[in-house]
């Protein structure tokens, strides 16, 4: 199995199922004073290169299904919109352009069987989750609709 298969694998092993229906919003603080494993960014890549990573976001109920291409680029759908932008795997965070324009770098940390995602712009509170990783564009996202 190649290396980036083999850490998507052992990654979404534990946490692929997230039981985001029970799930609360955290800090981040709280995340490292509990224990919780900061994701590298080897593994942050295998959890996003050429897969439809689903989130959800617990503080509001949203869920996004987004695809993150090998070659960097991304794309979801709003509405009846595609967004597309690039995306990097870098210093143990994922980058990325937002729909503002801006890049912004999240942090990703294991606890248990959550995958919790940290974005800056939410700071103290870390309210996404990874709900599942399915390799390929399952959704079509890189296709408009």
Same mark, same amino acid.
């Given at each position: @199995?190649?290396?980036?298969?083999?850490?998507? +694998?052992?990654?979404?092993?534990?946490?692929?199922?997230?039981?985001?229906?029970?799930?609360?919003?955290? +800090?981040?603080?709280?995340?490292?004073?509990?224990?919780?494993?900061?994701?590298? +960014?080897?593994?942050?890549?295998?959890?996003?290169?050429?897969?439809?990573?689903?989130?959800?976001?617990?503080?509001?109920?949203?869920?996004?299904?987004?695809?993150?291409?090998?070659?960097?680029?991304?794309?979801?759908?709003?509405?009846?919109?595609?967004?597309?932008?690039?995306?990097?795997?870098?210093?143990?965070?994922?980058?990325?352009? +937002?729909?503002?324009?801006?890049?912004?770098? @999240?942090?990703?940390?294991?606890?248990?069987?959550?995958?919790?995602?940290?974005?800056?712009?939410?700071?103290?509170?870390?309210?996404?989750?990874?709900?599942?990783?399915?390799?390929?564009?399952?959704?079509?996202?890189?296709?408009?609709?």
């Amino acid at each position: @199995m190649p290396l980036p298969v083999a850490i998507a +694998t052992a990654v979404l092993s534990c946490c692929a199922l997230a039981n985001a229906a029970s799930a609360q919003v955290v +800090t981040e603080e709280s995340l490292i004073a509990g224990g919780a494993q900061r994701l590298t +960014t080897d593994e942050i890549r295998a959890l996003h290169a050429d897969r439809t990573v689903f989130h959800h976001n617990v503080a509001s109920g949203l869920r996004v299904a987004i695809w993150y291409a090998g070659d960097g680029t991304r794309a979801f759908r709003g509405g009846n919109r595609t967004f597309t932008g690039e995306w990097t795997a870098r210093d143990n965070q994922r980058c990325e352009e +937002t729909v503002a324009g801006p890049v912004v770098c @999240m942090s990703f940390y294991r606890r248990g069987d959550e995958l919790i995602v940290c974005d800056p712009r939410e700071i103290p509170d870390c309210r996404w989750r990874i709900t599942r990783s399915v390799e390929g564009d399952v959704e079509k996202l890189a296709r408009k609709p």
